[in-house]
């Protein structure tokens, strides 16, 4: 029997309540959470925010004895578990993957401990201890569960053994997160739509988490397992509630299966008191838990009313996502073709246009056919790097069905290119004899079963895999004092890779720079120089074990190898008597590495529409960078750590916070100017005359990167560019490198608007009862005498500059606010008027509003109320939500229908409808046009009319 079927979860639940005074209680399984993670994951390579390679160098101990050298170290995917998990908090722990890169750890005195290449099936891992975080959208108000890497705790990685070299090397990674931009540091997990006007709309909510029954046991088979539970205070709470007991609370997922599949991974709960309300209503709650991308969805499998009302659900792939198979893979270069599938809904489709692109190098992405989707990559010598990392883009049109418009899908997969198809780690490690042993472990992307050979020098022993060196016991079974043991394994299909150990009959005596070398091209050369107090005359004998040649310290790798390392020695010697002795270990490259670039040749920052922006927050002014090098371009990783600076202050300007699409309304925020990659919706700043890019490139293919900014300053700013250097030295500035005048830009805010008197119009339309509309230039009451019971909608239209002669805009965003202040309940979306005070008086006027959100689909058509309307027992069954037509994209409406018979106040024994009282103050909205100015406005009825709404402009502070 299941451990937590859903009868046990029921009769947890049975006679009493569990919401502890939440409107709502939401819980999300981890398994399926990690697959929105992955989707995210992927779609941050589809532009910049994914997470770059790291390269440099950590600390290993406290004592600084021993270092670690990271190299293009790329990092995975990210799985969320719950092992810290207790109810009474948010923490998790985000592991992540390590797909590639190289890590070298070094003895500080005598040199090289070990070295490998880094593969993701060797599983080394970045651990992070973090806090679930509540990320509100100032214009969306999405309410966003969110994971950010820049607010962990603890970050651990294991690519060492010691514990405290895994936390050193953890601190690496946690300074190279927190310099990372905002959008490359966050995953969404949810989103709540925290707009709505039903009682049953949330407000707000908190996260916790909570382990899954039995996985804190020692060996239990779920270990990690566990789930998001979000405590939803909805509009028709007056309050929020508490943290449960988690003694007490139940875990809401049950574990039934069907056909050996879990059946359930998302569960709803709603407070005893809200059972009764509309289906509606119960579905707008469904409806308001939303994902990212909208590629998934709640779908409801079972309801139940044990106490509280449970609905136990799946959270699902949506049908509207085009997904890639394989999502990431792993290939050699100069392999066989690679065919790549895009599914909708789980089924092939065609018609799919097919691209690729590499991250990390300009020429070596190698090919895909833009039609079949057959990808053939580049040869080995071609590939220009030891691993590629490659970007594959699927793009497709969902043809129109009927009143569905056509759309566009677009996703990416994650494809790694690497020069091997084998990997021995580690790749070389020195060894004294009668020195300690050494694991092996080998990774074959064939995965087929292994073959070792046995060494010359000392014992292997393998197993699978993996295989234990024992160097030998006695320095007689060494010919030399310094040898090379290589280490070779070979799979089915005949591939082979090699390690090495580098033997000794004693310790050496002198350190040669550079120690060890992470890579070199073919027929390269470096220079090896001795540290060492021996006197100049002393003779200096320099020999290479392995491939390649060296003459008086400097080494020449060969042109082809089929050995990884060679180990370059020098002895000195007195009267033929050997006084010092040392090597360097060098890492032999068989592919043709891509050429670099040193300095930049031009740099320049260029406003494309113009220097102008509205300092509203939101309006986006686009800075064209263009960068020139005297070598190759940039790659498209390098465009990616291109930033923009205060040149006042040298800091770099601030980032749009992620959830958000600029700097939110906040009078008392200190933030001035943000910058983003990301186009948002508004529309930008429109002069008189444009100022589109000019100039003449002197190079073929100039690198062009597009940056947004936003602003609510009232002085004219003055900013500069940053983007790194490849080589790790100090990064390059367009003020200095090479210093032109273009490489600064003065950019100038402009204030909003001043809001006119005729600014704002409201238009009737006479939609029921009868009667005329208002005519184009004016007003018509007669439809109001004439006709009792009637309906109008009146359209709110905005010009910016007046009626006469002004620029109409049209709304992004609206957002109702409570009439009796912000921040105070309750905020309403309707509102009422009688035509007298008197309290048998019935004729009467209520509202609704109509808003056609261009970022919702499938408003346009609906007419909503507030809840207080909705829950009326006079007006909740003559409610219509229909709209007779349907509204443009950006229009907002008001509804305002009359009535003869819905009597006010209770008197003499007779009902009257005092729950709609508190719709009596009139609306406070606030309205986002199309170039992200906001417009606080109230809407009334004026005082002896209940027939005409008017709008009022508020000022805000």
Not at 31 to 49: A, C, I, M, P, T
Not at 312 to 324: A, K, M, Q, V
Not at 755 to 768: A, E, G, L, N, Y
Not at 801 to 823: C, D, I, K, R, T
Request: hydrophobic share 35%.
């Amino acid at each position: 029997m299941a451990s937590n079927s859903l009868a046990s979860i029921l009769e947890k639940m049975k006679d009493r309540a569990i919401t502890e005074r939440w409107g709502a209680v939401c819980a999300f399984d981890r398994e399926r959470l990690n697959r929105v993670l992955l989707q995210q994951w992927l779609e941050k390579y589809d532009g910049s925010n994914y997470v770059p390679v790291f390269s440099g160098e950590v600390h290993l101990n406290d004592s600084l004895t021993e270092k670690g050298v990271l190299k293009d170290v790329m990092i995975g995917k990210p799985l969320l578990s719950f092992e810290p998990a207790a109810l009474d908090n948010s923490r998790a722990i985000l592991t992540f993957s390590i797909l590639g890169g190289s890590f070298t750890a070094f003895e500080i005195k005598t040199g090289v401990l070990y070295s490998y290449q880094i593969t993701e099936a060797q599983g080394y891992t970045l651990k992070i201890k973090l806090d679930l975080s509540l990320v509100v959208g100032s214009i969306d108000r999405l309410g966003r569960v969110t994971l950010d890497l820049s607010k962990g705790t603890e970050f651990v990685c294991d690519l060492a053994a010691p514990v405290a070299s895994q936390q050193k090397i953890g601190g690496f990674f946690q300074e190279k997160f927190n310099n990372l931009p905002v959008e490359r540091q966050v995953y969404e997990l949810g989103i709540l739509d925290l707009k709505g006007g039903s009682d049953l709309s949330p407000t707000n909510f908190i996260i916790l988490t909570q382990r899954a029954p039995g996985a804190q046991l020692p060996g239990a088979l779920n270990v990690g397992d566990g789930a998001v539970v979000v405590l939803i205070k909805l509009r028709g709470n007056a309050t929020g509630g508490d943290i449960p007991s988690r003694d007490r609370f139940p875990y809401l997922i049950p574990d039934d299966e069907e056909n050996g599949v879990r059946k359930y991974s998302a569960t709803m709960v709603l407070a005893k008191e809200f059972i009764e309300r509309s289906d509606d209503e119960k579905l707008d709650l469904i409806r308001s838990v939303l994902f990212p991308g909208q590629k998934n969805v709640f779908v409801e499998h079972s309801r139940h009313t044990p106490h509280d009302m449970v609905i136990f659900g799946s959270l699902d792939p949506s049908r509207t996502s085009l997904t890639i198979e394989p999502a990431m893979h792993s290939l050699k270069a100069g392999g066989s073709p690679l065919t790549y599938k895009a599914l909708f809904n789980g089924a092939p489709v065609s018609g799919v246009t097919w691209s690729v692109r590499s991250l990390n190098t300009i020429e070596s992405a190698g090919s895909i056919n833009a039609t079949t989707g057959v990808y053939q990559p580049v040869t080995a010598a071609k590939l220009g790097k030891e691993s590629v990392r490659n970007i594959v883009t699927a793009t497709w049109t969902q043809p129109a069905n009927g009143d569905i418009p056509a759309r566009v899908h677009r996703v990416s997969a994650l494809l790694l290119v690497t020069a091997e198809a084998m990997t021995l780690s580690p790749g070389c490690v020195p060894r004294q004899v009668g020195g300690p042993s050494v694991t092996f472990v080998a990774t074959a992307l064939s995965g087929s079963a292994l073959t070792w050979s046995q060494p010359a020098y000392g014992r292997l022993v393998a197993n699978g895999n993996s295989a234990v060196y024992t160097p030998p016991s006695n320095a007689d079974d060494l010919p030399e004092h310094l040898m090379v043991q290589p280490i070779e394994v070979r799979d089915a299909s005949g591939e082979t890779v090699r390690a090495c150990v580098v033997l000794s009959k004693f310790p050496t005596t002198m350190t040669i720079e550079p120690a060890f070398v992470s890579s070199i091209a073919r027929s390269a050369t470096v220079k090896l120089e001795p540290v060492t107090d021996a006197p100049p005359e002393f003779e200096r004998s320099w020999e290479v074990l392995g491939d390649g040649t060296v003459r008086d310290g400097v080494f020449t790798a060969p042109t082809i190898t089929s050995r990884p390392f060679s180990v370059v020695k020098c002895d000195i010697s007195y009267m033929g008597i050997i006084v010092r002795t040392g090597y360097s270990i060098i890492k032999l490259n068989n592919i043709d590495v891509e050429s670099d670039w040193t300095m930049l040749t031009k740099f320049s920052l260029t406003a494309l529409r113009s220097p102008k922006v509205y300092a509203n927050g939101y309006q986006q002014l686009a800075v064209e960078v263009r960068i020139e090098t005297d070598g190759r371009p940039l790659t498209p990783e390098e465009e990616d750590t291109m930033m923009i600076y205060h040149r006042r202050s040298e800091q770099q300007v601030a980032e749009v916070a992620a959830g958000q699409e600029g700097i939110p309304y906040d009078p008392l925020a200190p933030l001035l100017w943000a910058q983003t990659r990301i186009p948002n919706r508004f529309r930008s700043f429109v002069s008189n005359g444009q100022n589109e890019a000019t100039g003449v490139s002197t190079t073929a293919t100039p690198n062009l990167i597009t940056v947004y900014l936003v602003t609510r300053d009232v002085q004219v700013g003055d900013f500069y560019a940053v983007v790194d250097d490849p080589s790790g030295q100090a990064p390059f500035r367009s003020d200095a490198h090479p210093g032109h005048e273009d490489g600064t830009i003065k950019l100038e805010p402009v204030p909003s608007p001043e809001v006119h008197p005729d600014s704002f119009k409201m238009t009737r339309r006479r939609v029921k009862g009868g009667g005329p509309d208002d005519p184009e230039n004016g007003e018509n009451d007669d439809g109001f005498e004439l006709f009792l019971e009637t309906t109008d909608y009146f359209t709110l239209t905005y010009k910016k500059g007046g009626q006469q002669g002004g620029m109409p805009l049209n709304f992004e965003a609206v957002e109702f606010q409570s009439p009796f202040g912000v921040g105070i309940s309750p905020v309403t979306t309707s509102m009422v008027k009688w035509e007298s005070p008197y309290d048998n008086e019935k004729m009467f006027t209520y509202t609704g509003y109509a808003f056609n959100d261009p970022r919702v689909a499938g408003d346009e058509g609906v007419m909503a109320f507030d809840s207080i309307i909705k829950a009326n027992r006079n007006l909740k069954p003559v409610l219509d939500q229909n709209l007779d037509r349907p509204i443009a994209a950006g229009a907002f409406l008001i509804g305002v229908f009359r009535r003869i018979d819905i009597r006010q106040a209770d008197s003499n024994g007779t009902s009257g409808n005092p729950d709609l009282y508190p719709l009596k103050e009139g609306l406070k909205v606030v309205l986002t046009d199309t170039e992200g100015h906001r417009h606080p406005v109230r809407i009334s009825f004026p005082t002896n009319n209940r027939n005409r709404p008017v709008v009022e402009p508020l000022f805000e502070h």
